[in-house]
Nanobody, 118 residues
Framework: QVQLVESGGGLVQAGGSLRLSCAASGRLLNIIDMGWYRQCPGKGRESVASISRDDTSNYEDPAKGRFIISRDNAKNTVYLQMNSLGPEDTGVYYC????????????WGQGTQVTVSS
């Protein structure tokens, strides 16, 4: 099992920045990648960014040019630096980790609320 705890959400004005953190614990040996999804009001959950075990990062359109995903292996933590935030970024951000063991298992954090005021 893998446990994920997110932090760093909150209220910010448009144009501002936030940094989300996702601390992982438990069985981490077979983690292949970690990343972030978000669910904005009235929309389904969408991928934001991911980072693989070899530090290859991937960004979806809403994040390109504004968000940066990084990891601190010593702390088993993944970060999402979000810049130039707009009201459209408001939503619940979920951290995930994918494990390769007898197939792929996906673990989710509890979510952290990000609210951007205009």
């Amino acid at each position: 099992q893998v446990q994920l705890v997110e932090s760093g959400g909150g209220l910010v004005q448009a144009g501002g920045s936030l940094r989300l953190s996702c601390a992982a614990s438990g069985r981490l040996l077979n983690i292949i990648d970690m990343g972030w999804y978000r669910q904005c009001p009235g929309k389904g959950r969408e991928s934001v960014a991911s980072i693989s075990r070899d530090d290859t990062s991937n960004y979806e359109d809403p994040a390109k040019g504004r968000f940066i995903i990084s990891r601190d292996n010593a702390k088993n933590t993944v970060y999402l630096q979000m810049n130039s935030l707009g009201p459209e970024d408001t939503g619940v951000y979920y951290c995930y980790a994918r494990e390769m063991e007898f197939g792929i298992n996906t673990y989710w954090g509890q979510g952290t609320q990000v609210t951007v005021s205009s």
